[in-house]
């Protein structure tokens, strides 16, 4: 636990430039936590409970990077995913999902996500994976 603490102490927070983040997911708690992790590092966060919240709110060519749930109520997160392909938004996509499926992982990183990670997650997976995002 503490070789994590070191890696996100030595993380340089002037280098986010104030990055854009966007957490689509209908876990208040979810959303909630990553926000403030996410904060603390300098990153400019939004949090959505639903994907049609998030269609309606964030224009397609908006920069940043997308925190996706999968399993939703209303438009799931994979046709949240297809919806923005099929309208040309080259935006950055992390999938977050409960479901361990293979079949899953392969669909989502075949619609071009960066990654996947199952939940319960730790939150040092998500921290690197933005950090490809944005390097």
Known sequence: MQENKLQLK???KKSLNKKQIYIV???ESVRNLVKIFLGTYGFTVETFSSSA???S???DNAPGCLIL???MPGITGGDMQQTLL???CNRPVIIITGDKSD???EKVLKQGAVGILHKPFHIEELFHMI???FN
């Open 103 to 105: 079949h899953l992982k």
């Open 69 to 71: 749930d999968i399993h």
């Open 25 to 27: 997911d209908d876990d």
């Open 57 to 59: 709110s964030v224009p």
């Open 131 to 133: 950090n490809q995002v």
């Open 86 to 88: 099929d309208l040309g």
């Open 53 to 55: 919240e998030f269609l």
């Open 10 to 12: 030595n993380w340089d």
